[in-house]
C-alpha cells in the first residue's frame, strides 16, 4: 500500500484532484459514409484538451459498429442501399 501522501498532505491532495477530474466524452453521433462530425469532434477536442479540470475524450459510435444509421443519404428520402435497411424499410407498412 502506497503511504506516501500521509506524510505530504499537499501531494495527498493532488492526489485525490486528479482522481476528482469528470471525464467528458466528446460523442460523434453519427456513422453515415462521408459523415462531418468527425472534424467537429476533433476540432472541439483541440480546444478542450488544454483545460485542466477535466478530461476529455473523443468516443465515435462508429468504433462499436453498431448497424444503426449506416445509410448515406437520410431516411426521409427513402433510397436504401443496405439490404437490412431495406427489410426494415418494409416491417412498417405490413
Not at 467537429?40 to 483545460?51: E, G, Q
Not at 442501399?81 to 416491417?91: L, P
Amino acid at each position: 500500500m502506497d503511504t506516501s501522501h500521509e506524510s505530504n498532505p499537499i501531494g495527498a491532495a493532488a492526489e485525490g484532484r486528479k482522481r476528482d477530474i469528470p471525464k467528458i466524452g466528446i460523442i460523434v453521433g453519427s456513422t453515415r459514409p462521408g459523415r462531418k462530425p468527425v472534424a467537429v469532434a476533433k476540432w472541439v477536442h483541440d480546444i478542450l484538451k488544454s483545460r485542466k479540470d477535466a478530461d476529455f475524450e473523443i468516443v465515435d459510435i462508429e468504433d462499436y459498429k453498431l448497424p444503426l444509421l449506416d445509410e448515406p443519404v437520410s431516411p426521409s428520402m427513402n433510397q436504401y442501399s443496405k439490404s437490412h435497411t431495406k427489410t426494415w424499410s418494409i416491417r412498417p407498412s405490413d
